[in-house]
């Protein structure tokens, strides 16, 4: 389902992946804590918020852990917070890069458990807790898209919702009951034509369409 989910910063990034909602996760591998949490953003901004908000959601951990990609401009950045050199900050980075992610960031928190893994089992543990948020997550391809706002009369209400409002390309924001039917509706910009064809048949041209912005859309 097409669905609104970064914020207007992001409306210019079109053609990327990133995951639709953040995601937290939590691993337990000898005894020490991985608690990872990823979220879409749009900004080094919002990946810094994300950072300084994992020290206040939980208090008192070892290490936090992070890397960020952001797409426009094209940016990265890995910290491995006390843990040896290129075992934390760096696999998080190159887990989110295999997946061919951007507008994104990973923060990895850990509470030791007593038990030294290594450096090569500390790679492998901060890999495998993105991996498995990762695997959870919802991954979708964002695209420029268009939110419009339909006009019709009460006659045709019921066609529209069937074939047009209940449609996985369609995510509807708001419809508004008055002496007529107002709907506010988005969708990707590769699929407007198909739809404005099929309002005018639904309506039988009696729909009223007005185009009110581009936004960014994930399907």
């Known amino acids: 389902m ?16 990133s995951i639709r909602h953040e995601i937290v996760t939590e691993l337990e591998i000898k005894k020490s804590r991985f608690i990872t949490w990823v979220s879409p953003i749009c900004s080094q901004a919002e990946a810094e918020q994300i950072i300084a908000a994992s ?29 040896p050199s290129g075992t934390a900050g ?28 290594g450096a090569s089992g500390l790679i492998r543990a ?13 991954i979708v391809q964002y695209k420029e898209g268009l939110l419009i706002r339909l006009i019709i009369e009460y006659p ?13 390309e369609v995510v509807v924001e708001s419809i508004n009951y008055f002496e007529q039917v107002e709907i506010s509706a988005l ?23 007005h185009i009110i912005e581009k936004r960014t859309v994930a399907v």
């Open 2 to 17: 097409a669905d609104q989910v970064l914020g207007e910063s992001c409306e210019a990034f079109m053609n990327y992946h």
């Open 55 to 83: 020290r206040q959601r939980w208090p008192g951990a070892t290490h936090y852990c992070f890397a960020w990609i952001t797409k426009e401009p094209v940016m990265e950045r890995c910290s491995d917070d006390g843990e």
């Open 90 to 117: 760096l696999p998080i980075l190159t887990t989110l890069k295999k997946r061919g992610l951007e507008n994104i960031v990973a923060v990895v928190v850990r509470y030791f458990g007593g038990t030294l893994l």
């Open 126 to 138: 901060y890999a495998d807790s993105v991996r498995n948020a990762l695997d959870q997550a919802d």
């Open 156 to 168: 045709d209400l019921g066609l529209v919702q069937h074939r047009f409002l209940s449609s996985p």
């Open 187 to 209: 969708m990707s910009l590769a699929s407007w034509d198909k739809w404005e064809k099929e309002i005018t048949e639904l309506t039988s041209g009696r729909g009223q369409y």
